[in-house]
């Protein structure tokens, strides 16, 4: 069983694994020699990696892969992708490919406005706090001039504040509602140091306010914080043709695909529980694309799936129609992304894939990452509507089942080949796997 410890972060890295490992890992050796086996030979770059977090102890290794032939606004990029599942990497390239041949993506940011809230208590007047609030107002943003100076002359900066009365859903409840441009930075701290700047001039500027009794001159604030939810702050990605050029082969007429691929869209916009799966696949490509650039997944996750329910009940986030003969695909989602600031300049395969990527404003970071999440359901509900997924999601999973068997180079050299003609299960490699070694054996 687990035991406490104080000042555990002031101990060596050597001397937190010896702790961890006494504390809870059985076979002592094995578990420091794994820890050990992930620090990187260089120790300058290993330094950086624990000087992201606290408490660092070892890496924690993703695959980096890459999906090309993606034709975005007629530019071509190839995609940087930083994930563990496979297939998802096999399933961007290939449809990237597929819609290379037709015409390929369009991608368009519609609006980069961020939002932050100061929350606070105020027991009075609700009328004497708007005018204290209009009298206040400029002054809220002239404190905030070290904080936004840079930013606006990139020509970013502060948009507006508002008061917002919540006291119908919470007793004496009030906001501080900011809107944002932070242009190529993500904002996070931005934004969240001007919050802290508005909620002390709210504070210093009540207590002189001559419109306050004694009681209302006292702000009570709860807390300063940008909102991950970025309704505002949204992009679309698109892909259309003709419907008999959506066949390349014979198995499907394009009418008969396109029909089915609406079906399956039609039901992720009405039912909730294939919903969060359709969106979730989504999610595999933007994900993906977000870690990649150094950008935060989590914030991106809230947001997109706030979005996804804004209407009252959770549901797709991509759209289909077929008007004229023309086939129609879509998705338009809210992204707060970084391509300056954060680990974007401090991580040594952020920049590269950003570099790969041509180094992309914050907007056509956007439209990239938009377009991977389109692809990516584009290719799983192709596969879903036709062959059913496992196909070739298990080929693609072929390798780490021989990975689990410790199959050795030459054994997964004839396998692999006995599974391009055979279904791949669990059950099918591992027998597959025993015959051979017996034969070899014998
Ligand atoms: C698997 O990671 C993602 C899918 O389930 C998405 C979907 O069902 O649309 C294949």
Redesign the pocket.
Same mark, same amino acid.
């Given at each position: 069983m687990g035991k406490t410890i104080s000042g555990f972060s002031k101990l060596s890295k050597s001397k937190k694994i010896d702790w961890i490992v006494d504390t809870y890992l059985s076979n002592s050796k094995d578990a420091e020699h794994i820890l050990k086996q992930y620090w990187n030979a260089d120790n300058k770059l290993q330094q950086l990696h624990d000087e992201f977090i606290e408490n660092t102890i070892s890496n924690y290794y993703l695959p980096f892969g890459v999906a090309p032939n993606f034709l975005i606004n007629d530019k071509m990029y190839t995609i940087p992708m930083a994930i563990e599942?496979s297939s998802v990497v096999a399933a961007a390239s290939k449809t990237a490919k597929f819609w290379m041949d037709r015409g390929g993506f369009k991608a368009e940011v519609i609006s980069t406005t961020k939002i932050g809230q100061v929350h606070f208590m105020y027991h009075g007047r609700t009328d004497v706090l708007k005018a204290f609030f209009i009298t206040i107002k400029s002054k809220l943003i002239e404190d905030c001039k070290s904080i936004t100076k840079n930013m606006e002359l990139r020509g970013g900066g502060i948009i507006d504040i508002e008061l917002r009365d919540k006291t119908t859903d919470i007793k004496d409840y009030y906001q501080i509602h900011a809107s944002f441009e932070t242009l190529d930075a993500m904002g996070a701290n931005f934004i969240n140091s001007c919050l802290e700047q508005f909620a002390k001039t709210v504070k210093r500027q009540a207590l002189i306010f001559d419109g306050f009794s004694e009681k209302e001159k006292h702000m009570d604030i709860v807390m300063s914080i940008l909102s991950n939810y970025v309704p505002d702050c949204l992009v679309r990605a698109e892909v259309s043709c003709k419907v008999e050029d959506l066949s390349d082969n014979d198995a499907f007429s394009g009418e008969a695909f396109a029909n089915r691929f609406l079906q399956a869209i039609k039901i992720a916009e009405v039912e909730p529980y294939r919903a969060v799966?359709?969106n979730?696949?989504i999610m *595999?490509g933007i994900d993906a694309v977000v870690l990649a650039t150094g950008n935060d997944f989590r914030a991106v996750e809230a947001g997109v799936h706030a979005y996804a329910s804004r209407n009252g009940s959770y549901s797709s986030l991509t759209h289909a129609k077929i008007e004229d003969g023309i086939f129609t695909f879509w998705l338009e989602i809210p992204l707060a992304l970084g391509t300056v600031g954060g680990l974007t300049g401090l991580h040594p395969l952020v920049k590269l894939a950003l570099e790969m990527l041509g180094n992309p404003t914050a907007k056509e970071l956007m439209e990239i990452v938009a377009v991977a999440g389109l692809a990516q *359901?584009f290719a799983? $509900?192709r596969s $879903?509507t036709t062959t059913g997924?496992q196909q070739g999601h298990m080929k693609m999973h072929l390798m780490n089942i021989l990975n689990q068997f410790n199959a050795n180079d030459a054994e997964k050299v004839i396998l692999i080949e006995h599974f391009k003609t055979n279904t791949v299960s669990f059950s099918a490699v591992s027998e597959t796997l025993a015959t051979l070694r017996m034969r070899i054996d014998d």
């Amino acid at each position: 069983m687990g035991k406490t410890i104080s000042g555990f972060s002031k101990l060596s890295k050597s001397k937190k694994i010896d702790w961890i490992v006494d504390t809870y890992l059985s076979n002592s050796k094995d578990a420091e020699h794994i820890l050990k086996q992930y620090w990187n030979a260089d120790n300058k770059l290993q330094q950086l990696h624990d000087e992201f977090i606290e408490n660092t102890i070892s890496n924690y290794y993703l695959p980096f892969g890459v999906a090309p032939n993606f034709l975005i606004n007629d530019k071509m990029y190839t995609i940087p992708m930083a994930i563990e599942e496979s297939s998802v990497v096999a399933a961007a390239s290939k449809t990237a490919k597929f819609w290379m041949d037709r015409g390929g993506f369009k991608a368009e940011v519609i609006s980069t406005t961020k939002i932050g809230q100061v929350h606070f208590m105020y027991h009075g007047r609700t009328d004497v706090l708007k005018a204290f609030f209009i009298t206040i107002k400029s002054k809220l943003i002239e404190d905030c001039k070290s904080i936004t100076k840079n930013m606006e002359l990139r020509g970013g900066g502060i948009i507006d504040i508002e008061l917002r009365d919540k006291t119908t859903d919470i007793k004496d409840y009030y906001q501080i509602h900011a809107s944002f441009e932070t242009l190529d930075a993500m904002g996070a701290n931005f934004i969240n140091s001007c919050l802290e700047q508005f909620a002390k001039t709210v504070k210093r500027q009540a207590l002189i306010f001559d419109g306050f009794s004694e009681k209302e001159k006292h702000m009570d604030i709860v807390m300063s914080i940008l909102s991950n939810y970025v309704p505002d702050c949204l992009v679309r990605a698109e892909v259309s043709c003709k419907v008999e050029d959506l066949s390349d082969n014979d198995a499907f007429s394009g009418e008969a695909f396109a029909n089915r691929f609406l079906q399956a869209i039609k039901i992720a916009e009405v039912e909730p529980y294939r919903a969060v799966t359709h969106n979730k696949g989504i999610m *595999n490509g933007i994900d993906a694309v977000v870690l990649a650039t150094g950008n935060d997944f989590r914030a991106v996750e809230a947001g997109v799936h706030a979005y996804a329910s804004r209407n009252g009940s959770y549901s797709s986030l991509t759209h289909a129609k077929i008007e004229d003969g023309i086939f129609t695909f879509w998705l338009e989602i809210p992204l707060a992304l970084g391509t300056v600031g954060g680990l974007t300049g401090l991580h040594p395969l952020v920049k590269l894939a950003l570099e790969m990527l041509g180094n992309p404003t914050a907007k056509e970071l956007m439209e990239i990452v938009a377009v991977a999440g389109l692809a990516q *359901n584009f290719a799983a $509900l192709r596969s $879903l509507t036709t062959t059913g997924i496992q196909q070739g999601h298990m080929k693609m999973h072929l390798m780490n089942i021989l990975n689990q068997f410790n199959a050795n180079d030459a054994e997964k050299v004839i396998l692999i080949e006995h599974f391009k003609t055979n279904t791949v299960s669990f059950s099918a490699v591992s027998e597959t796997l025993a015959t051979l070694r017996m034969r070899i054996d014998d």
